[in-house]
């Protein structure tokens, strides 16, 4: 049913045209004629927006191609613009712009874009929250179990004056947190029991083999670099696939095996060469504060570091 009617006439080269744009409650209808004939019909629904339409027909004599153009310049009025070959020769209502409506919907519909992809980055945002508050619960009990060993290595140094007592302890304590290990379900060894136990089996040799509190401090320089040896040599030459998969579980987001894993082999070399430094060329004191306090501070702040330069997103 139709509600209204808009007629908007023109005359071209002694041709009589006519416009007559009507709407009802759900489309609305745009229809050119030409001296009384219909020679073309348009029909829009509501729901495809409020766009401008336009009817193209030859004009009488045949070379010149009219586009007789139909829109609403407010909400409630409609108007045509009439082309020949491109260049206005007619316009209803010249100082207005047929293009109005569809240029405001299409405004809204922008906003409203925008405040969707806005919604959405706040929900990738709430999602990566979950994600890592996820993550730190898994984590959580395998770090606090890492510096409580550093703690307890600490405190029996300090009060027996003796590196390798404290040594002895560490080792000790390590291997007692693979025990327990088996018979609990919260994660203690940060998800490397296997190369933590061997590691730890290295390191209370290496203790036994060298009764030297000097060589205890340097403990940590010889395990850095047989860490990074095999982590460098699983990244240069195994493309990081053992490492770099047993890593990523444990992270925010998915990284790239390969870079990850030399990145942290390039890491573990440098801190070696930092502990072999400080252990040589300042006091003992000094050393076990660096041990207890800074090392493991460096050590997560390059990590962390290594893991936005690694992510598969970056």
Known sequence: MRLWTYERPFQHKDTNYEVKFFFSFT???????????????????????????????????????????????????????????????????????????????????????AVEADKAVEADKAVEKAQHSQKWQQNKHSIFADIALGVAFFIVAKVTGDLRIAAFTGVALGLGLVVIQRFVKVDLLGGFAIFGTIMLLISALFSLAFQSEYLVQLNGTFMGLLGASILLADGIFRQGRYFGARFEPYLSSPIKHQHFVIGLGVISACMSGVNYGVATYLSEDVWLNYKTFYDTVIYIVLFLLLTRLASAKH
């Open 27 to 113: 489309a609305c209808t745009s229809q050119l004629y030409c001296n009384g004939s219909l020679v073309d019909e348009h029909t829009c629904r509501f729901s495809e927006g409020a766009k401008a339409t336009a009817h193209k027909l030859q004009a009488k004599d045949q070379n010149d191609e009219l586009t007789v153009c139909v829109g609403y310049y407010n909400w409630l009025s409609v108007g045509i613009e009439v082309h020949e070959n491109d260049a206005l020769i007619y316009a209803s209502h010249p100082s207005e712009d047929i293009y109005f409506a569809e240029k405001k919907l299409g405004s809204l519909e922008s906003e409203s874009e």
